[in-house]
């Protein structure tokens, strides 16, 4: 397995939590698609869910080169099934286009958060 492209990004939580505050669920359709949605707001602190899969996000576009088109669908954070042990990346439309020319096979991906701080690290491997 060859590393062809790494990304971190971090996403404070009350900034998660302010930008749903004041934009409601515009902002939440906007950047999160409806599984990413689901499954933050069923957990006891959605905000910081929604800031780690931000963060994901960034942090898988990151990886990828940080090319122009990708759209905040493109990427999407798959929780772990049962068994594993961390989260997938699923990639659409330009992410999948970039990942696919660039040899990309995968990007693993993960996520944490303490202290009002969400991270992500991503990994793009051939």
């Given at each position: 397995m060859s590393v062809l492209g790494v990304g971190l990004d971090i996403c404070p939580v009350?900034?998660?939590?302010?930008?749903?505050?004041?934009?409601g669920d515009r902002f939440l359709q906007r950047i999160f698609t409806d599984d990413e949605r689901a499954?933050?707001?069923a957990r006891g602190n959605p905000e910081e869910s929604l800031a780690a899969r931000f963060a994901a996000k960034?942090?898988?576009s990151k990886a990828l080169g940080a090319?122009?088109?990708i759209g905040w669908h493109d990427v999407e954070v798959v929780p772990a099934r049962p068994g594993e042990r961390e989260p997938r990346l699923v990639l659409r439309g330009r992410a999948a286009e970039v990942a696919d020319a660039r040899g990309i096979r995968a990007i693993l991906v993960s996520l944490t958060h303490a202290d009002g701080v969400a991270a992500a690290v991503a990994v793009a491997v051939m």
């Amino acid at each position: 397995m060859s590393v062809l492209g790494v990304g971190l990004d971090i996403c404070p939580v009350e900034r998660m939590r302010q930008a749903v505050a004041r934009h409601g669920d515009r902002f939440l359709q906007r950047i999160f698609t409806d599984d990413e949605r689901a499954y933050a707001l069923a957990r006891g602190n959605p905000e910081e869910s929604l800031a780690a899969r931000f963060a994901a996000k960034e942090a898988a576009s990151k990886a990828l080169g940080a090319p122009k088109g990708i759209g905040w669908h493109d990427v999407e954070v798959v929780p772990a099934r049962p068994g594993e042990r961390e989260p997938r990346l699923v990639l659409r439309g330009r992410a999948a286009e970039v990942a696919d020319a660039r040899g990309i096979r995968a990007i693993l991906v993960s996520l944490t958060h303490a202290d009002g701080v969400a991270a992500a690290v991503a990994v793009a491997v051939m």
